[in-house]
């Protein structure tokens, strides 16, 4: 078996990379575990020098590590650039906190010394996605081997170039030779995988099916998961809301990497004292997108992944306007050589059609109707997700309050879009998965919170 990398800007075959056997695989961590053996009895001191010499590559060679990007995925080139600089902040930002992060914590008992000590637990098992094919992974590397942990990476079938270059990256900063291994195996090797003994732990960025399939496996072998799973993230736009900025920031968030975002904007609910003016709004700023060819700097609108996944957007549009949705401008399928989908914005969304209830994972925005603030608020929290979620209104205070009693979901914005950030914990509750990513809890996930008693 092999793994066809094809443009999805033009449908050009690239790269073919093989499928290793599961018992390459197993050799392989086999591998990583004597690496890591050794490494989680070195400095933090040591770990952050050669992090920091990761980010420096990554900083240092961004244009080379975006173009990959463009061309397995399909992102616009300066997003991949911007990409690659977000990964070399996480890298720093580790380097210079986890020894913080993880010190050992003292707890008065009746011992004549007694602390919490948090220590590397092995092998961290990462199923990563395509979307954001450098970010999401790294957003787990650099705490998983800051923490005094190891890695193997199952990234996506469509981008094995990105996951070859990460494991590059990675063993030219200095890091032990098999310390952190890409897997070249299709989904149905991940089992497999999970059941390995040396395997401690599994992360997963993907679907919500995706993540019940892992966490069900995981859970028969007593391992730990964190899953940062779908979204249909709702911005709420209060009745004395900043149109300009919400709708401004409602259309930035929801084109965000042509729309494939777990915590892009996907429904936007307005109140109906507004709608029409907000409607407006976002429609003039989702048809004064550029849809073209990602690797030209005019364009603002690339193509999708694939062509599956756009034909499998386009089919909830078609079946939301069956159901008495609207469409405002956008969605119909462009006659264009690649994986194009154009900026389409639906209105009159109703409950229990695609636009309202499914996460619809590309440059299609659901404009959503409030009796008023209370029944956005309701609306906002009608889902079976909850990763992100954001409020407009001009006042910062009642804004604030929203976010944190009101909106059920695992990171809450105000007059701002839902972004990742190293300084903040990330993840999502219900069908968004659990666990957090990033800041001081994303790097304690994977490690043995041990109590320490000393009579």
């Not at 890409?182 to 390995?196: A, C, D, P, R, Y």
């Not at 975002?261 to 004064?288: G, T, Y």
Request: net charge negative; proline share 4%.
């Amino acid at each position: 078996m092999s793994m066809q990398v094809i443009n999805p800007a033009n449908g050009e075959k690239l790269k073919s990379y093989d499928e290793i056997s599961p018992e390459k695989a197993e050799g392989i961590i086999d591998d990583v575990n004597d690496a890591w053996l050794s490494w989680k009895e070195t400095s933090f001191e040591y770990r952050a020098s050669l992090m920091k010499e990761a980010a420096r590559i990554l900083r240092d060679e961004k244009e080379k590590w975006g173009q990959l990007m463009t061309d397995e995925m399909g992102k616009l080139k300066n997003d991949g650039v911007a990409e690659a600089e977000k990964c070399a902040w996480v890298c720093e930002y580790y380097a210079e906190n986890a020894e913080k992060f993880l010190q050992r914590e003292p707890v008065s008992t009746d011992a004549s010394n007694s602390f919490v000590s948090f220590q590397p637990i092995g092998i961290v098992l990462a199923v990563m996605p395509w979307n954001f094919p450098f970010w999401q992974v790294w957003r787990f590397a650099a705490p998983a081997l800051m923490a005094g942990n190891a890695g193997v990476l199952k990234h996506a079938s469509n981008v094995p170039g990105c996951a070859m270059a990460i494991e590059e990256i990675i063993l030219r900063a200095g890091f032990p030779k098999n310390l952190f291994r890409t897997l070249l195996i299709g989904s149905s090797g991940v089992n497999k995988i999970i059941e390995n003994k040396k395997v401690k732990a599994v992360t997963l960025t993907g679907s919500t099916p995706a993540g019940k399939a892992v966490a069900s496996k995981a859970g028969e072998e007593l391992k730990k998961t964190v899953l940062e799973l779908g979204g249909s993230d709702p911005y709420v736009i209060l009745e004395d809301a900043d149109l300009e900025l919400a709708a401004e920031t409602c259309v930035n968030s929801r084109l965000i990497n042509g729309g494939q975002s777990c915590i892009a904007a996907k429904r936007f609910i307005v109140n109906s004292k507004i709608k029409a003016e907000f409607e407006a709004l976002v429609v003039d700023k989702m048809e004064a997108r550029v849809m073209g060819d990602p690797n030209d700097e005019h364009s603002t609108l690339g193509p999708m992944a694939r062509e599956d996944l756009r034909d499998e957007l386009h089919d909830q549009v078609i079946r939301s306007i069956d159901a008495g949705a609207k469409c405002l401008t956008g969605g119909s399928v462009p006659q264009l050589e690649g994986a194009y989908y154009p900026a389409t914005v639906l209105t009159e969304v109703k409950e229990g059609t695609p636009a309202y209830s499914e996460e619809m994972f590309g440059p299609v925005a659901s404009i959503i109707e409030a009796k008023d603030d209370d029944d956005a608020i309701r609306i906002a929290n009608d889902t079976v997700f909850g990763l992100g979620a954001a409020v407009f209104t001009q006042d910062v205070a009642k804004g604030e309050r929203i976010a944190e009693q009101q909106l059920q979901a695992g990171a809450c914005f105000v007059n701002s879009l839902v972004k990742s950030d190293p300084r903040l914990p990330f993840g999502g509750i219900n069908e968004s998965g659990y666990g957090r990513e990033l800041g001081p809890y994303g790097i304690k996930e994977f490690v043995n919170i041990k109590a320490v008693y000393v009579k």
